[in-house]
């Protein structure tokens, strides 16, 4: 699209070097996504990549040079929380609201600072990725540490008793909470500029709307189709699962087509969020938005003004279209992987299959892209817990302890990812495998079926790890 003669060919890209002033170019030399340093990767990228997708392609092949003993395998036992002694399933239980309780208090009575009042830390670090990688530990861990659950579930035998609740939850409605309340998180988590009591009334406002749920539908009901937490956490659990389980009793249950959309979501969030910090993203986004609205000024900084609104309004869209991008392109390999070898399934089911096999890439991409919070953020709340409220209290001895974070070579970071991520992709391609084995049993049809999966595989990888390599805007 041709620019309009009030902002020339000549100033835009000036302008667009001066929004991003603090930035290197996009030469090998980049200052590459999460680092937070200038960083040149060892090697060109299209070699990362290429070895990757090598990586993949060996593992396919290994895969599919070995028969199946036929012999389903041995099922495992997980260390599943629920199993454990009812005492310590109430302990934990209680430590889960006490803490969740604690957050919300700091936010509303605490310092405003966010590196200084326990409840950010806490919530974003400690409980949405620390119990996420716990979870695929130990098994669906936040079944028995869920703090709503618990209270809610308590206070509903003390006031309902044996009476039903007044209203059946509807069937057309399923997971679909779940899904846009993930959604919503992220959003939250991408654009938000939350303060400790913006985050602490958000945790108010989610008791409100589980308690109303709990009281017109019920606890069992409602926290299986509608707490966005314990969805996020049974997702990280089924790894364990995956692990214990062959493969017709882990895929037997067809997901709903909700579910689906959640497990992809969860991982296009880590993707979007490595590519809308990247260089590429803003210099293309920043350029369409100057092509579609020019300016009567030359000034960056007022075009900045003027423009900055739309352009996180776009970025927010893009967010929202970004699962059903990767929903089309999975229902195209199922598709594609239906056609050249029929199993039976309906499209579902395949849909279903496909979305179970990227449980692993979830883990991995969320590895690759939150390590490294743990370490810089997260040891923040052994100090924090001795003074949640940011009063210079030292109330358990810790105060003193991890003021500083843990930080890592910018080349440690990123062949550490880089693992996360070719690891996670190989756990798919292997429980693609287990699942197209149990359906297939001519060695062509298994072949052909794999196939699509196989480039599926290779286009994430390829697209995750060129993400994560691209040098950040700001």
């Not at 900055?308 to 967010?319: D, S």
């Not at 810089?376 to 009063?391: A, C, E, F, K, R």
Request: with cysteine.
């Amino acid at each position: 699209m041709k620019l309009q003669k009030s902002f020339s060919c000549s100033v835009q890209p000036f302008f667009v070097a001066v929004m991003f002033t603090s930035l290197v170019s996009t030469s090998p030399s980049a200052l590459a996504h999460s680092f937070g340093q200038r960083f040149t990767l060892p090697l060109p990228f299209w070699m990362y990549a290429s070895a990757a997708s090598a990586a993949l392609l060996i593992s396919f092949i290994a895969l599919f040079a070995f028969k199946p003993s036929g012999k389903a395998p041995q099922e495992k036992t997980f260390n599943n929380l629920k199993r454990s002694p009812s005492v310590f399933n109430a302990a934990a239980s209680a430590l889960g609201f006490v803490l969740m309780g604690l957050a919300v208090f700091s936010g509303l009575r605490g310092v405003q600072a966010p590196e200084n009042n326990f409840s950010m830390t806490y919530f974003w670090i400690v409980y949405l990725i620390g119990f996420f990688y716990l979870s695929v530990l130990v098994g669906p861990l936040h079944g028995t540490t869920n703090p709503w659950y618990w209270a809610l579930t308590h206070l509903e035998k003390i006031l309902r008793k044996n009476r039903q609740p007044p209203l059946h939850y509807p069937q057309w409605l399923n997971a679909w909470p779940v899904f846009f309340l993930y959604m919503g998180l992220i959003t939250l988590e991408l654009f938000g500029h939350a303060s400790p009591e913006w985050l602490a009334w958000c945790l108010v406002a989610y008791t409100a709307w589980c308690s109303i749920g709990v009281v017109l539908f019920g606890s069992s009901v409602w926290f299986a189709n509608a707490d966005v937490f314990q969805a996020m956490f049974n997702v990280a659990g089924k790894l364990s699962v995956a692990a214990s389980q062959s493969a017709e009793r882990f895929f037997q249950r067809t997901l709903k087509p909700a579910s689906v959309l959640l497990i992809i979501a969860m991982l296009a969030s880590t993707s979007f969020d490595a590519l809308r910090e990247s260089l590429p993203w803003g210099t293309f986004l920043w350029t369409s938005l100057l092509n579609l609205f020019p300016q009567p000024t030359n000034n960056p900084f007022a075009i900045i003004t003027a423009l900055g609104g739309t352009y996180v309004r776009v970025e927010q869209i893009a967010w929202w279209l970004m699962p059903a991008a990767y929903w089309l392109a999975m229902a195209l390999t199922v598709k594609t992987s239906m056609a050249v070898a029929p199993n039976g399934l309906r499209f579902q089911e395949n849909m279903s299959h496909a979305a179970l096999a990227l449980l692993p890439l979830v883990l991995g991409y969320h590895l690759a892209h939150y390590f490294t919070l743990l370490l810089t953020q997260g040891v923040n709340i052994v100090h924090l817990v001795s003074d949640p409220l940011g009063h210079g209290w030292n109330l358990l001895g810790t105060a003193n302890l991890f003021r500083a974070p843990v930080l890592l070579e910018a080349e440690t970071i990123w062949n550490i990812q880089i693992a996360f991520i070719i690891a996670g992709h190989i756990g798919g391609v292997v429980l693609s495998h287990r699942q197209a084995s149990s359906l297939h049993s001519e060695r062509l049809n298994l072949l052909k079926s794999q196939l699509p999966s196989l480039l599926w595989m290779v286009g994430l990888t390829s697209f995750g790890l060129w993400t994560l390599s691209q040098p950040v805007k700001s």
